[in-house]
């Protein structure tokens, strides 16, 4: 267990962090809703905050005052252990309370942890904060894609920011890693911070198999769309099929055609599409398509960790064809913190690596995200196996 002191710098840094992010935005875009998906920043802002007072200061706390008795109303999210919350597809209508009070309330939470944190060193507490601190940082990148998702549907397309950097080049010729077939070690295996869902460790046989080295490129997704595959049945599930058709999907989520040049927006406006890019905001079932298109498949999420040390990762969460499931012997904790992982582990699809988002000291070879098949509004992308 690290040192209190530690934990004390990680918390405030990744305090000050999620309101760093929230940093350029207008008072009018914090309460913006415009999909049932993506949660208002004042709601993050929120929500994050509760989630410290709620499992950490009501507990070790002595004689704990609460902030506002209605902010566990507003600021729960799925927490059925803790009791009534504001349906999610409300969150948008909460113009109170205030970003200010929101902030307040913030403030408010940092120092009573801050001073518990001074006079406490219990081990448990140290755990549920560690997870506190990954949870708020899970926020930290859901934020910045709801950000894009407000301003990119906003008809003036705003820009965020000048220095968030979407888009890194990979320079190297595209090849493909082969892997032998064999018995091979997943899951989380050392003393760092890991959710549940990446326990317990165990053994898989993987045929042999290759992977690419690289993401799809845009200009390779670009190819797919003018070959007209999203008119093209035969690539796509039968549920994939069926949203092509009722959502008239015809490109990735941002992209717009002008005068027959593909540009897409971004946090730093809009802008021409970059062909050497990785392609990302990508669903499973475009992902699925376009593999089959290749004449390629996804990887397994096994195949993807058995391999990921001799590529590199990070820009890009990578859909991969394992169904979101629990390892072997996957045991739930007791308690709210129970309903963390576990009651998600049915309709969803498995995606590896990290993206561009995702906030320092958070990304690990480990980790299982993970989203139903149509979503597509996270910075996801696309590697190849076969």
């Given at each position: 267990?690290?040192?209190?002191?530690?934990?004390?710098?990680?918390?405030?840094?990744?305090?000050?962090?999620?309101?760093?992010?929230?940093?350029?935005?207008?008072?009018?875009?914090?309460?913006?809703?415009?999909?049932?998906?993506?949660?208002?920043?004042?709601?993050?802002?929120?929500?994050?905050?509760?989630?410290?007072?709620?499992?950490?200061?009501?507990?070790?706390?002595?004689?704990?005052?609460?902030?506002?008795?209605?902010?566990?109303?507003?600021?729960?999210?799925?927490?059925?252990?803790?009791?009534?919350?504001?349906?999610?597809?409300?969150?948008?209508?909460?113009?109170?309370?205030?970003?200010?009070?929101?902030?307040?309330?913030?403030?408010?939470?940092?120092?009573?942890?801050k001073?518990?944190?001074?006079?406490?060193?219990?081990?448990?507490?140290?755990?549920?904060?560690?997870?506190?601190?990954?949870?708020e940082?899970?926020?930290?990148?859901?934020?910045?894609?709801?950000?894009?998702?407000?301003?990119?549907?906003?008809?003036?397309?705003?820009?965020?920011?000048?220095?968030?950097?979407?888009?890194?080049i990979?320079?190297?010729?595209q090849?493909?890693?082969?892997?032998?077939e064999?018995?091979?070690?997943?899951?989380?295996?050392?003393?760092?911070?890991?959710?549940?869902?990446?326990?317990?460790?165990?053994?898989?046989y993987?045929?042999?198999?290759?992977?690419?080295?690289?993401?799809?490129?845009?200009?390779?997704?670009?190819?797919?769309?003018?070959?007209?595959?999203?008119?093209?049945?035969?690539?796509?599930?039968a549920?994939?099929?069926?949203?092509?058709?009722?959502?008239?999907?015809?490109?990735?989520?941002?992209?717009?055609?002008?005068?027959?040049?593909?540009?897409?927006?971004?946090l730093?406006?809009?802008?021409?599409?970059?062909?050497?890019?990785?392609?990302?905001?990508?669903?499973y079932?475009?992902?699925?398509?376009?593999?089959?298109?290749?004449?390629?498949?996804?990887?397994?999420?096994?195949?993807?960790?058995?391999?990921?040390?001799?590529?590199?990762?990070?820009?890009?969460?990578?859909?991969?064809?394992?169904?979101?499931?629990?390892?072997?012997?996957?045991?739930?904790?007791?308690?709210?913190?129970?309903?963390?992982?576990?009651?998600?582990?049915?309709?969803?699809?498995?995606?590896?690596?990290?993206?561009?988002a995702?906030?320092n000291?958070?990304?690990?070879?480990?980790y299982?995200?993970?989203?139903?098949?149509?979503?597509?509004?996270?910075?996801?992308?696309?590697?190849?196996?076969?």
């Amino acid at each position: 267990m690290v040192s209190t002191d530690t934990f004390l710098d990680f918390f405030l840094e990744t305090r000050e962090h999620t309101e760093a992010i929230c940093k350029p935005l207008e008072i009018e875009d914090y309460v913006v809703q415009p999909i049932i998906d993506v949660s208002p920043p004042k709601w993050h802002l929120g929500h994050t905050t509760w989630f410290f007072e709620e499992f950490i200061l009501k507990t070790y706390v002595k004689s704990y005052t609460v902030f506002d008795e209605d902010f566990s109303f507003v600021f729960n999210s799925y927490y059925e252990t803790v009791g009534k919350r504001v349906v999610r597809a409300d969150r948008g209508n909460l113009s109170r309370p205030s970003v200010k009070k929101v902030y307040e309330y913030r403030q408010y939470v940092t120092q009573a942890v801050k001073r518990l944190l001074e006079s406490n060193e219990d081990e448990t507490l140290l755990a549920v904060l560690e997870i506190g601190i990954h949870h708020e940082k899970q926020h930290q990148e859901l934020l910045l894609t709801d950000i894009k998702y407000i301003l990119g549907n906003n008809p003036l397309l705003p820009k965020y920011s000048d220095y968030f950097k979407e888009f890194t080049i990979e320079k190297e010729a595209q090849s493909w890693i082969s892997m032998s077939e064999g018995i091979y070690e997943i899951g989380h295996n050392s003393t760092d911070f890991c959710f549940d869902n990446e326990l317990g460790r165990h053994k898989v046989y993987l045929h042999d198999y290759q992977i690419s080295n690289k993401l799809v490129t845009n200009a390779e997704y670009i190819e797919f769309i003018k070959a007209d595959e999203y008119k093209r049945f035969d690539l796509w599930h039968a549920a994939g099929w069926d949203w092509v058709q009722q959502y008239q999907i015809t490109s990735p989520l941002y992209w717009h055609e002008i005068d027959g040049i593909w540009h897409y927006y971004t946090l730093n406006g809009l802008t021409e599409v970059d062909l050497d890019a990785p392609v990302t905001h990508i669903s499973y079932f475009e992902s699925f398509a376009f593999a089959q298109y290749k004449g390629c498949r996804l990887p397994t999420e096994f195949e993807w960790e058995a391999a990921q040390n001799q590529f590199n990762w990070g820009q890009r969460w990578e859909w991969t064809e394992s169904a979101y499931l629990p390892y072997p012997n996957y045991k739930k904790v007791d308690g709210a913190l129970g309903e963390y992982n576990g009651k998600f582990m049915v309709n969803q699809k498995v995606l590896r690596g990290s993206s561009i988002a995702t906030p320092n000291k958070h990304a690990r070879h480990t980790y299982r995200n993970f989203f139903p098949t149509d979503l597509k509004w996270q910075f996801t992308g696309i590697r190849l196996a076969k």
